[in-house]
């Protein structure tokens, strides 16, 4: 009998689109590892979890998920148990109206390593995921051994001096490396009006922002923008990722109190954060190293996993 015939219409096709893209769909293509939910800090919190060894935290970024780890989580699994976390507002994760500063995303993943019943953790974070990692690392550095930024160190007050207008010449299709310009930072401060422009268009901004921000944006499938854009197209998902960055007011004051770390710290710079990162890590962090990464861009688990898992395994073997 066909689908017709069955009464299948739009509807129908759209919620098979979405099963398409949903935890249990999506966990099939990460061998040995699988779904969790959790309450913690008051919301509850998606994580997938594999592999042996000690254990390593995985934080995401703006606008990906858990799946954003998926082209580095198997080689890392090998050695390390990998805890991958939809952070607040992410995904499957739940989206509160409120608790989007670092500071408490950070005891949400606090309270996950206790309910988790682990004593010490390493800890990586991409973009957004990092700065809640350097948080996590700065209010509670006795349940941290070893921490990695990839491209996403916590806000300072060196973000008030990002440009709202482009220089001459420096916006193109690409980022500049030398004036990047990150208008987003000043777009997600927008209350109310995003979610109306972007609910079921993220694609759109996905697709634009892929392009401006990688070397080969052609290295992020096909499947990966359309997993992204269905994690973010309605209005709540949209409400709650902005909601990172309209704290980041919150988490700048947070910053004037934290002392420098003294846990080995590994800073992962793209062509667009590399230097920043060089000359920042030094005022953050007592005990750090760098990995130049410019032969990628942002998203570098994507345009070159292989130097990731490299890098990573390295700096947590030694």
């Known amino acids: 009998m066909s689908k017709q015939n ?6 129908d096709q759209l919620k098979e689109q979405k099963n398409l893209y949903s935890d249990e ?5 990460f061998p040995g590892f699988s779904n969790h939910y959790v309450k913690v ?3 509850d919190l998606h994580y997938v979890a594999g592999g042996t060894g000690d254990p390593l935290i995985c934080l995401p970024g ?3 998920t858990w799946y954003s780890y998926r082209q580095v989580a198997i080689e890392l699994s090998r050695k390390h148990r990998l805890i991958i976390v939809d952070i607040r507002g992410m995904g499957t994760s739940e989206k509160p109206d409120s608790g989007f500063d670092k500071k408490n995303m950070a005891k ?4 996950l390593i206790i309910k988790l019943g682990l004593e010490k953790v390493n800890i990586i974070g991409h973009d957004i995921g990092g700065m809640v990692a350097m948080s996590l690392a700065f209010n509670h550095p006795q349940y941290i051994k070893k921490l990695i930024v990839a491209d996403g160190l916590h806000p300072s007050q060196g973000m008030l001096q990002m440009p709202l207008i482009p220089t001459a010449g420096t916006f193109g299709d690409k980022m500049d490396t030398n004036m990047p310009y990150a208008w987003w930072m000043g777009f997600n401060q927008v209350k109310g009006l995003p979610e109306k422009i972007l609910e079921g268009r993220f694609r759109f901004l996905i697709d634009w922002l892929l392009n401006y921000v990688m070397i080969d ?3 992020m499938t096909e499947h990966e923008r359309a997993i992204y854009a269905d994690a973010y197209n309605d209005k709540e998902s949209i409400r709650a990722s902005n909601a990172w960055y309209q704290s980041f007011a919150q988490d700048i004051e947070d910053a004037k ?3 420098p770390l003294s846990i080995p710290v590994l800073g992962i710079g793209s062509n667009v954060s590399y230097q920043y990162m060089k000359m920042a890590m030094p005022y953050l962090c007592k005990n750090s190293s760098m990995v130049d990464l410019t032969e990628s861009g942002h998203y570098m688990f994507e345009e070159c996993p292989g130097r990731v898992v490299d890098s990573i395994n390295t700096f947590l073997k030694s």
């Open 6 to 11: 069955k009464g299948y219409n739009m509807i």
């Open 25 to 29: 769909e999506l966990i099939q293509q």
């Open 41 to 43: 800090n008051g919301i």
């Open 62 to 64: 703006w606008p990906q």
């Open 108 to 111: 949400d993943i606090l309270e």
């Open 217 to 219: 944006a052609a290295k």
């Open 257 to 259: 109190t934290y002392q």
